[in-house]
């Protein structure tokens, strides 16, 4: 399975951006769905995900300002990023994996698909 993710940009502080990702097929059974990001010079850092059940969670730094979802019929998911600063620069990427416990969603050896990533950039 390849993701596909899209919606970057660059956008000026306290605005707002979705990112949207495709898989390139179906995607059967109980999967969970993240995204991720990554800054220059810096770690991939876990930003929000959604199992399958609907439960989500989010990094502390996004808490509030960002909404993952997910439409299972559409099979799509999304990031609704709003309040952005320009800490949120980074480039983002979607990631999907099955059987995954909600204590290690965060973690970025969970996931077994990963998309190629869409650059955000909030300046002014």
């Known amino acids: 399975v390849q993701l596909q993710a899209s919606g970057g940009g660059l956008v000026q502080p306290g605005g707002s951006l979705k990112l949207a990702c495709v898989p390139s097929?179906?995607?059967?059974?109980?999967?969970?769905v993240a995204w991720f990001r990554q800054d220059q010079g810096k770690e991939r850092e876990f930003v929000a995900a959604?199992?399958?059940?609907?439960?989500?969670t989010y990094a502390d730094s996004v808490k509030g300002r960002f909404t993952i979802s997910r439409d299972s019929a559409k099979n799509t998911m999304s990031l609704q990023m709003n309040s952005l600063r320009p800490e949120d620069t980074a480039v983002y990427y979607c990631?999907?994996?099955?059987?995954?416990?909600?204590?290690?969603?965060?973690?970025?050896?969970?996931?077994?698909?990963w998309g190629q990533g869409t650059q955000v950039t909030v300046s002014s």
């Open positions: 959604i199992r399958y059940s609907g439960h989500s």
């Open positions: 097929r179906r995607m059967s059974g109980s999967y969970a």
């Open positions: 990631a999907a994996g099955s059987g995954i416990i909600y204590s290690s969603l965060h973690l970025s050896g969970s996931y077994a698909y």
